[in-house]
């Protein structure tokens, strides 16, 4: 094992050479790639050597997400002590589900959850689990909100056809969910948004009207704390009066913004968290915990006891179900996801974290700045979203992105809203300076050239 500890490193060490020399890898094309990385498998091993000048390759040739040049995704930059906490947790290897297996690792957990709970408000009876990423996170919310709307469900099948509501710009999850859950995707009414791709809750009081009136069960609104494009908020207090009023589940899937709960300047974005039934955030993406890193956090914890936990003599052999994370889990054998984040929150603290979120909304600001300041770029997005939707000039966003990657430029992508398609900046990485975020339009407006 020490053996390869020392590849590891040096591994380590080049890759974050390479990161500086080469920031945006080199694309393979997907055809040629088996051979020119050599990733046949044969009856026969290969020496150490060879080993490991091919995964320095593999290194080489790998997307970088950690460079000052990608911005293609709601994730990006490392966070040193998070990947400290990661490594660990794979040296350790336990499997989350008992106290016996887990021991330390199961406090870990319940301390972020704690912590997290106790950063929204929540009352003593909520609880949380760390399912495997925020599509999950938003399937556990919705098994939940079913089992409690339909309580012989989890037994009988359901008994009559439910209607679940989200924003016609939430995340595709919940369309998959609805069909995993049983509900069916036709029962997803996809409520209209405004200019700026929040909900608008008068459509979806309508929604929730009509379908009554039809014979529906409604049984689950998803609200969106930052929608994948834009970085938008759907209005959580009033969707909340709403589902009070007609007995609905309420969920806000803050996969990608929840994290603002750590910041005393921008969590207002998010509305009164503790008015929902459950939340969720992902502490990979703002928060920039190695990928993945989802947490559930659920309002009164029975919920997640009746939908998740089942009798098994030959696993739960230590009395405290509390301490037994797998019964409130929806795998059995579960990696540890919580060291990371744990690893990372004890070094930097609470404020560290705030400080985190609150970087990225200053690169926002200076990338905002600067695209307004010049007659040559459209800007689509919004003040207080750290997703930059613009165009420059006439260019095409996707071939013009398309060009920045091929050319190992930069990394990043494009969305659309409305029909009208543009390049997306996320100045997600904190890690980023004003300069970086600069050195992007530079080197894009060279490209364009
Ligand atoms: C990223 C994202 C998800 C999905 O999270 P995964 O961890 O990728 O499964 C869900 N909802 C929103 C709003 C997201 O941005």
Known sequence: MLKDLEHFQELAKYLLQNETDEPVAKLIE???????????????GINDNKHQELLKDILRFTPKTNTNRF???????????????????????????TYKVA??????????????????????????????????????????????????????????KMTLYTSAVSHYSNAKN??????????????????????????LEKAILNDIKAGYQPFYINATAGTTVLGAFDPVNEISAIAKRHGLWLHIDGAYCGSLIFSEKYKHLLGQVNLADSFSYNAHKMLGVPLTCSILLVKDKKHLYQSFSNEASYLYQSADD???????????????DALKFWSLWKSIGTKG?????????????????????SADYTLYSYDDSISLCFNYKNWDAEELCTRLNVNGELMVGYG????????????????????????????????AK
């Open 178 to 203: 609805a069909a995993f859950a049983g509900v069916g995707r036709k029962q997803i009414r996809k409520i209209a948004c405004n200019d700026k791709d929040e909900m608008l809750p008068d459509e």
């Open 103 to 160: 021991g330390p690792q199961v406090g870990i957990e319940k301390a972020v959850i704690n912590a997290s709970i106790k950063q929204i408000n929540y009352p003593v009876e909520a609880g949380g689990t760390f399912p495997t990423g925020g599509s999950m996170s938003n399937f556990m919310a919705l098994l939940m909100a079913r089992d409690w709307k339909q309580p012989d469900a989890a037994q009988e099948g359901i008994s009559s």
């Open 30 to 44: 997907p055809k040629i790639l088996e051979g020119q990385l050599q990733l046949q498998l044969s009856e026969q």
């Open 416 to 447: 659309h809203q409305n029909n009208q398609s543009f390049v997306r900046l996320v100045t997600i990485n904190p890690n980023n300076e004003k300069e970086d975020i600069l050195n992007f339009f530079k080197v894009l407006e060279e490209q």
């Open 353 to 373: 974290l705030e400080a985190l979120i609150d970087k990225q909304f200053y690169l926002a600001d200076v990338a905002r700045d600067y695209i307004r300041s």
């Open 322 to 336: 509390d301490f037994n994370l797998g019964k409130t889990s929806l795998q059995c054998g579960r990696r540890n």
């Open 71 to 97: 911005f293609n995704q709601l994730f990006g930059g490392r966070q040193s002590k998070g990947v400290l906490g990661e490594l660990l947790a794979v040296m350790l290897n336990n499997s989350m589900y």
